[in-house]
């Protein structure tokens, strides 16, 4: 499974951004997807996951109320919208996906996307 994440950006604070992720093969549907974002000098953190069916979703804390998780899996393609957007959200974001959702959860994925970087200016 390859996987191509896109849609990152410079915005302002306040604004909103949203990355897709496309998979390259039709087992993407059964497969748990999440975003994970990386700034420099720090580790890599959880951001949002949802199960292959999309009913169940899961967020960090810090991005609630702010950031929303979906997917299409008719086009194989995971979408996190960002919005009120912060300048601490500024960071590479990484898609991953595998069929093991504590895998994905915990940043133990098998397969990667490259990253694209969001950046938030104030």
């Known amino acids: 499974v390859q996987l191509q994440a896109s849609g990152g950006g410079l915005v302002q604070a306040g604004g909103s951004l949203r990355l897709s992720c496309a998979a390259s093969?039709?087992?993407?549907?059964?497969?748990?997807m999440g975003w994970f974002r990386q700034s420099p000098g720090l580790e890599r953190e959880f951001v949002a996951a949802?199960?292959?069916?999309?009913?169940?979703?899961n967020y960090a804390d810090s991005v609630k109320g702010r950031f929303t998780i979906s997917r299409d899996n008719a086009k194989n393609t995971v979408y996190l919208q960002m919005n009120t957007l912060k300048p601490e959200d500024t960071a590479a974001y990484y898609c991953?996906?595998?069929?093991?959702?504590?895998?994905?959860?915990?940043?133990?994925?098998?397969?990667w996307g490259q990253g694209t970087q969001v950046t938030v200016s104030s």
């Open positions: 093969e039709r087992i993407f549907r059964s497969y748990v």
């Open positions: 949802i199960s292959w069916s999309g009913i169940y979703t």
């Open positions: 991953a996906a595998d069929g093991n959702r504590e895998l994905v959860t915990t940043g133990r994925a098998t397969y």
